[in-house]
């Protein structure tokens, strides 16, 4: 089966400037969840979807983040303006289940976008 | 609130030396427990997971024992190889986290020849 795709892989701009992620999970997974890798650190939940709506974005920047998952299918984040502390790594991840903290509940992670804010 | 603590690194082995990451956890209840691995430049992937005290995960020569007593998984490998230096991460599903992942802060691995 075909993983997580991410795209770009990377994307180095200037501060105040827009940048767009895009992520296509697993065939099927109706749940997705972007994260923020920050170096040195583990992964920090930004936003999560099922299907086409948010389940939670309570640790969303709404400020200048924003996410939409239109279709239930391939999701789009985005920065806007962008902040140096924005540097990151930006993972997206599929699951099969919801709602469920079983053991059963893998997530499937992309290769990741990694941001440079200078 | 529910945490996962994990040892700090870099932890540097030389190739066949025995590795052990330490983590340990504070949950309500009895959740399931994850290790993840970061090799360089790619995506978390699962490396092993436990649902219930006592049972043992294991995967590519890796184990890890969940022990409720001392609310610890620690992952264990009998002898590491150059390919195992990535980050390993210790994760839990918390039962009152509104269904997030929560993660340690990664443990980096170097295996030297």
């Known amino acids: 089966e075909a993983g997580v795709a991410q795209s770009p892989r990377y994307k180095i701009i200037e501060k105040r400037q827009s940048v767009a992620f895009w992520c296509n999970p697993i065939s099927g997974h109706a749940t997705l969840y972007w994260y923020q890798q920050i170096l040195g650190q583990g992964p920090k939940l930004l936003i999560q979807f099922q299907n086409n709506g948010v389940v939670d974005d309570s640790q969303l920047p709404k400020d200048r983040f924003s996410a939409e998952r239109l279709k239930g299918v391939d999701s789009t984040l985005k920065i806007q303006p962008a902040k140096l502390e924005d540097s990151a790594v930006y993972l997206c991840?599929?699951?099969?289940?919801?709602?469920?903290?079983?053991?059963?509940?893998?997530?499937?992670f992309g290769a990741g976008s990694r941001l440079t804010v200078l | 609130g529910d945490s996962v603590t994990q040892m700090e690194g870099p932890v540097t082995l030389s190739e066949e030396a025995f590795l052990t990451i330490n983590c340990t956890y504070t949950?309500?209840?009895?959740?399931?427990l994850f290790w993840y691995v970061q090799y360089p430049g790619e995506g978390l992937q699962l490396l092993l997971k436990?649902?219930?005290a006592d049972d043992k995960g294991s995967n590519k020569g890796f184990e890890a024992t969940y022990r409720k007593e001392t609310t610890s998984f620690h992952l264990e490998k009998g002898s590491v190889q150059v390919s195992d230096s990535a980050v390993y991460f210790c994760?839990?599903?918390?039962?009152?986290?509104?269904?997030?992942?929560?993660w340690g802060a990664g443990t980096k691995l170097i295996i030297k020849p």
């Open positions: 991840a599929s699951s099969s289940l919801w709602r469920t903290t079983s053991g059963a509940n893998v997530l499937t």
């Open positions: 949950a309500t209840g009895y959740p399931s």
């Open positions: 994760a839990q599903w918390a039962l009152d986290s509104n269904y997030q992942l929560i």
């Open positions: 436990a649902t219930k």
